[in-house]
């Protein structure tokens, strides 16, 4: 994330997801709806401690990491989860141009 809009993002998109309202969200991490909005607008900078607190009541955990690693990570779909990274069989045998029980897909056999 490089951005506070990101990371406002990645917020609204967790609340949605677990179904919390922001008076919930605000209330389990002790801070004013005031204070709550300006986190998920993305355009006020907040306290670190207040952003430890609201990913907390998301079941989201903070995590410093070297920058070549963050690029690495896939990106989040709009409900913030991660595409898994290894790839099913069928998703192998399809890259490699087979179909199911070894049949050449691209022949229809």
């Known amino acids: 994330m490089k951005s506070l809009l990101d990371i406002a993002s990645a917020l609204r998109a967790r609340a949605k997801r ?19 909005t300006h986190a998920l607008s993305g ?3 907040i306290k670190l401690t ?24 896939p990106a989040p779909d709009e409900f913030g989860v991660s ?11 399809l890259e490699r141009g087979k179909g199911p029980k070894g049949t050449d897909s691209s022949s229809g056999r």
């Open 18 to 36: 677990i179904s919390i309202t922001q008076d919930e969200l605000g209330g389990a991490a002790g801070i004013s709806r005031r204070t709550l």
């Open 43 to 45: 355009t006020h900078d």
């Open 50 to 73: 207040t952003l430890m607190a609201v990913a907390d009541r998301l079941g989201l955990e903070l995590a410093l990491v070297p920058k070549g690693a963050a690029q690495a990570m």
């Open 83 to 93: 595409p898994p990274v290894v790839k099913t069989r069928v998703q192998q045998m």
